[in-house]
């Protein structure tokens, strides 16, 4: 059924030319300032790493024994590591473990909080109670702690294994924010008015409520997300995790432990890489999220 | 920076004398595309002892000229020209600072709607009535309660209760009532009540309406009433004035507005009010939607859009006011009507 | 009473969290690939000891008798913690678990406890000033620095301050809680030492929450200077130091979500920021016994972490409501 059809033809024109100049609005918001723009070029350059960087690569780095911290040079323009591999191969092919854990503790988040949210936000007297208090518990744990006990009985090397665990213990601030969102929202008029109308739960649920919550909850991931990277990343800082092959926190593990990266002016390189790779990411994505909420949020409009 | 203790006495009417002179008043939002005309040129008298009523649709200028009154107009809001007048000298929009805090509060108090929450809510309202009355100077917290309680009686509500309340613990009513008493603490003789009924049911607006008429009275007040509802107006004020895109178009006493309206724009919200009685048919709409900021004619009459009397000569240039017998309207056509 | 029968439900639900917290590093002991129980009572059988001997000495290193039924174990437990337990360390042998985390969690507590306050303190003060100066360069800078320096992950910055303040310029020492050249006591040396060497953890610990006060307080006060209640303040000649502190109170109340996940974030912070200043907190506890595989440690250490927790959130869970009328019961 689609909306647009039944509409007669000038107020269709006015309805495009409106919906036409709020995504030209959006974009604006977007490009605003040029750090805006390098952030989401950033984001974009790291995804494409992660999607095809293994395949710029054969499955197995060279190692060359005899230029082992090589200083940045053409042939490695980040230098090479204790073994002689190229450090760019390496920040390029250990960009998929990092953004693949992250973008999978996403998923489970957003599908286990939103879950949690919506339920309780809609259906604060049955679901509500019992679901906030297992939210309280979920984000009352501290969340490190609680991976390096978790670590004794599980070793979640692999992506997936990585994410889900990141995912299961992490959806507590989503399930919060989406509850709020849903219980403000349940009492606004059109909300209201489909509720009168007898539709069942789950459907105004689908279609009023989480239309207005999305953007909010995107939003949200966002900052998530650049949790995930820095939590995965500590945990093969600190070798709570053992991983076969590379990525950047096991990068940053062996340059501090190995190379003694601290101290040694040799190695430097080997530490800053993933770590400058680190930052850049998480910053680019805090900057886009302020984009989103100046999206969603008129009131900090500025044009 | 004392208030005064006891409400000015007066005798007998004191009709013709204007408490509140709004002179050329011109206010503007502005903004990166230009600036907006919210309030055009307007010349308003509140007369002492009388209520005055402003009637407009939303957008018509009314709050902000009301908030005007009191030098509050929010930001990118700005005053171009003109001029408030109080009774006791002076020019509101000159103030700043100490001085006009004075104003607001012990000269002119002003009224929220029930539906604002006028009210910190984490204090209770006793504690609220305090501080208003510390801020100005009013050191003796006896008396200020004494004469909290005395007007919350004269609301009709249980002073005890009230003073220790939450503005949560109030119901709609309740909270217009209080806010009348915050108003009127300091003992103003200019009351401003911007949309009194609006968000209120029925028995509620009934309330307020004769809590409103009674206190005016008896204190001998300048009350200004703000509402789209012309049923209100016609039933309390003395006088009224009509708005439509920021200006003035026909004002004087509400008998002889409501009786021979004189402006288009007035007989067209006549027209539209369908009556208790009679054919609903009889009521029209007005056809069109009221002005928003950008897109107020900017030569030539405001109204002429929507106005179905409209001639060529609308278009060039502003009507003037045309005055016969107290009674002012702006409207070419209408003036040259015999009567 | 409506008050004391929250506050009843409060702590039983909070006794529940640790129980359940509890029962789950009882489980965890057992679900162990390579049951560290099982392999220490095997070994000591090896050795010749008697099957009582052998069990007497895992349970007391464990907790537990590997050999009995699941429930009996259970219960075991239980008693041993009520009576505040918490077993043996493997590799300090004979150490009571109790004892090594009564000595760390001071060390932990009080760093995170000043970094809560030095955060609030300074993120708040910001964060009001990029409100009242938004759309200007001060504000927007404070809020691009607050957003930062959210985003930068503990161990970068503890790492740094690390790096900048006590190698490159030894200001700081470098790690470690005093200096033993100072001998322990109420003398103005040692507390002095004590002071320099807590600077730069506890600066790690600042400076990984003040982000979020900073940003949360902006929108705040944001949001409540365009509340109805402050105009009208203003319209009836309220004095503005009057209507600062309506502002202010009223702007502190979402602070409060923040302040009920502060300490579980400061824990988190408190591995990386421990370890990298060698600092003999909980958080070091909890690295040095999960890389020595002493579980009881592991185990006692994060418990006690939990119960910090727990009791925190109790507290701003009570003290919400003297602060928010509307959410009182009575």
């Known amino acids: 059924m ?11 024109q006015q309805a495009l030319s409106r919906s ?60 090479t590591d204790f073994a002689g591999t190229d450090i760019l191969a390496l920040i390029v092919t250990g960009a998929r473990y990092v953004l693949l854990a992250a973008f999978i503790a996403a998923v489970v988040t957003l599908v286990i909080g939103t879950a949690a949210g919506l339920g309780a936000g ?34 979640f090397g692999s992506p997936l294994q990585m994410g889900l665990v990141l995912g299961i213990t992490g959806w507590g601030g989503i399930a919060r924010a989406v509850r709020a969102q849903t219980l403000s929202l349940r009492e606004r008029g059109f909300v209201e008015a489909a509720r009168g109308l007898g539709l069942p739960g789950r459907r105004v649920i689908g279609t009023e409520i989480l239309p207005n919550v999305a953007p909010y909850v995107s939003m949200n991931l966002m900052i998530q997300l650049t949790g995930f990277i820095y939590t995965e990343v500590g945990l093969f800082f600190l070798g709570i995790v053992k991983y076969s092959s590379s990525n950047w926190g096991v990068m940053l593990n062996n340059a501090v432990f190995q190379a003694d990266a601290l101290t040694n002016p040799r190695s430097l390189s080997y530490l800053l890489s993933p770590l400058i790779c680190i930052l850049a990411i998480t910053i680019s994505l805090v900057t886009l999220a302020n984009v989103g909420d100046e999206i969603f949020n008129p009131r900090l409009r500025r044009i | 920076m004392a208030a005064r203790t006891e409400p000015e006495t ?11 002179r709004v002179r050329d008043l011109t206010v503007a939002f502005r903004t990166p595309e230009g600036d907006l005309p919210a309030v055009s040129h307007v010349n308003l008298d509140l007369f002492r002892g009388q209520i005055t009523g402003l009637v407009g649709e939303s957008g018509s200028g009314k709050s902000t000229l009301a908030l005007s009154l009191l030098n509050a107009i929010p930001s990118p809001g700005q005053v171009i020209e003109g001029s408030v007048e109080l009774g006791n000298g002076g020019n509101v929009l000159a103030l700043r600072g100490r001085a006009l805090r004075k104003v607001r509060g012990t000269d002119i108090g002003y009224v929220f709607q029930a539906s604002q929450n006028s009210l910190n809510p984490l204090k ?199 005055i016969e017998d107290d009674h002012r309207f702006a409207c070419f056509v209408t003036a040259a009507e015999t009567r | 009473m409506k008050l004391t029968r929250w506050i009843a439900v409060k702590i039983v639900t909070g006794l529940i969290m640790i129980w359940v917290v509890a029962s789950a590093m009882f489980l965890l002991l057992r679900w162990m690939p390579g049951n560290p129980a099982q392999t220490r009572y095997a070994e000591l059988i090896l050795h010749g000891d008697t099957p009582q001997q052998a069990q007497r000495a895992t349970a007391a290193l464990y907790g537990f008798i590997p050999k009995q039924p699941l429930i009996e174990q259970y219960g075991h437990y239980i008693w041993q913690l009520l009576h505040l337990n918490l077993g043996q360390s493997i590799q300090e042998e004979g150490v009571p678990v109790s004892h090594i985390v009564a000595t760390a969690a001071p060390w932990t507590l009080i ?101 979020a006060w900073i940003l949360t307080t902006k929108s705040s006060v944001i949001s409540v200077l365009g509340d109805d209640f402050i105009l009208a303040a203003e319209l009836r000649g309220i004095r503005p130091l009057t209507v600062a502190r309506y502002i202010l109170r009223n702007a502190m109340l979402p602070l409060f979500t923040i302040l009920s996940l502060a300490l579980g974030l400061m824990f988190s912070g408190a591995v990386f920021i421990e370890d990298v200043f060698n600092y003999p907190g909980l958080g070091q506890q909890l690295l040095t016994s999960l890389n020595d595989n002493d579980y009881p440690v592991l185990s006692g250490a994060f418990l006690l972490i939990i119960v910090s927790v727990i009791i925190a959130n109790f507290l701003a869970d009570l003290a919400y409501p003297l602060i928010d009328p509307r959410v009182r019961r009575s």
């Not at chain 1, 809609?122 to 670590?151: C, E, K, Q």
């Not at chain 2, 007066?10 to 509140?20: N, P």
């Not at chain 2, 703000?226 to 004087?252: P, W």
Request: hydrophobic residues 45%.
């Open chain 2, 10 to 20: 007066q005798t007998g009417t004191d009709s013709g004398i204007a408490a509140v």
């Open chain 1, 122 to 155: 809609y259906y604060p007297r049955s679901f509500g109670r019992p679901i906030m208090r297992v939210t309280d518990f979920v984000l009352a744990i501290p969340g490190f702690p609680l991976l390096m006990v978790l670590s004794t009985i599980w070793s």
């Open chain 1, 2 to 12: 689609s909306v647009t059809a039944s509409l007669p033809p000038e107020q269709l």
């Open chain 3, 111 to 211: 760093m995170c406890l000043s970094g809560i306050v030095a955060s609030f303190l300074i993120g708040v003060t910001l964060g009001v000033a990029s409100a009242l100066r938004r759309m200007t360069k001060v504000g927007d800078g404070i809020t691009w620095v607050g957003a930062i320096i959210n985003g930068i992950p503990t161990y970068i910055v503890a790492s740094l301050l690390l790096y900048v303040f006590a190698t490159e310029w030894a200001i700081f020492p470098q790690g470690g809680t005093v200096s033993i050249l100072y001998t322990p006591g109420w003398n103005a040396g040692y507390i002095g030492n004590l002071i320099t060497h807590a600077v730069l953890p506890v600066t790690a610990y600042t400076l990984s929450l003040v982000g």
């Open chain 1, 20 to 79: 036409r100049a709020r995504s030209a609005s959006r974009w604006r918001i977007l490009v605003r300032t040029p750090g805006r723009v390098i952030a989401l070029a950033v984001v974009i350059i790291f995804t494409l790493m992660a999607l095809v960087g293994p395949y710029l690569y054969p499955k197995n780095l060279p190692i060359n024994a005899s230029d082992i911290y090589a200083p940045p040079s053409l042939a490695h323009p980040l230098g």
């Open chain 2, 124 to 322: 209770r309202v006793g504690k609220q009535l305090l501080d208003v009355g510390r801020s100005h100077g009013e050191r003796d917290s006896r008396e200020l309660i004494r004469r909290a309680r005395d007007l919350l009686d004269d609301m009709g509500l249980d002073a005890t209760r009230v003073l220790s309340s939450y503005q949560h613990e109030l119901s709609g009513g309740m909270r217009q009532r209080v806010g009348i008493v915050f108003a009127l603490l300091l003992n103003a003789n200019v009351l401003i009540l911007d949309e009194p009924t609006t968000a209120l049911d029925m028995l509620s607006q009934a309330q307020v309406l004769e809590i409103v008429r009674k206190v005016h009275a008896t204190r001998h007040l300048t009350t200004l009433i703000i509402s789209h509802d012309i049923s209100v107006i016609g039933d309390l004020c003395d006088r009224m004035a009509v708005m439509y895109a920021g200006r003035v178009v026909e004002e004087g006493p509400t008998a002889s507005v409501l009786a021979t309206p004189r402006h288009p724009y007035t007989r067209a919200l006549l027209t539209a009010m369908p009556r208790i009685t009679g054919d609903i048919a009889e009521a029209r709409a007005l056809p069109g939607r009221p002005p928003d900021l950008s897109s107020i004619p900017r030569e030539g009459c405001v109204f002429q859009p929507r106005c179905a009397l409209a001639t060529p000569g609308c278009l060039e240039t502003e009507p003037p006011d045309t």
